[in-house]
């Protein structure tokens, strides 16, 4: 956490390969991730993510990283991904009828239902979708 706090991306790095719990909090429920995104750590952040780390962890308090952060798009970027609750973190598309056992056809004439499962490629990595384009607060 003193890592994160402090912004030391190399530290963190190189903690993490070494097997750091990622997961591990203070005593007051925060983790690594909440103090790189309260100091606006840009780049600590990436790295906690891209080694697993959990962006709906809660604090003592029931806050999640993204609320803790005075930095705009650090902020969006960690919001749980609540507006899309259909795709599933292996990148499934899930509906709610799936449990009925049917199958759609997977034909493509107009008035024909749409697959009810299919596969999303994203050309990015999902941790890497809505960091990229963070830049450091000025």
């Known amino acids: 956490m003193f890592a994160s706090y ?8 190189i903690l993490l390969d070494m097997g750091a719990n990622v997961h591990a909090t203070d005593r007051n429920d925060w983790t690594s991730l909440h103090w790189a995104a309260q100091r606006g ?3 600590v952040v990436c790295a906690l993510l891209k080694g697993g780390a959990n962006r709906r962890a809660k604090d003592a308090h029931g806050n999640m990283p993204y609320m803790v ?5 650090l ?8 507006y899309y ?12 009828e799936e449990e009925d056992g ?15 499962r299919q596969t999303i490629t994203p050309s990015t990595p999902p941790a890497r979708l ?9």
């Open 130 to 138: 809505a960091t990229d384009e963070i830049s450091a607060p000025a």
């Open 85 to 96: 609750p259909e795709i599933l973190s292996n990148g499934v598309v899930s509906t709610d």
């Open 102 to 116: 049917e199958e759609a056809s997977s034909s493509s004439e107009p008035g024909t239902p749409i697959p009810k």
């Open 6 to 13: 402090h912004g030391h991306r190399e530290l963190v790095e």
């Open 41 to 43: 750590h840009v780049d």
């Open 75 to 82: 902020a969006e970027a960690l919001r749980p991904d609540a």
């Open 69 to 73: 952060t005075q930095h705009t798009e």
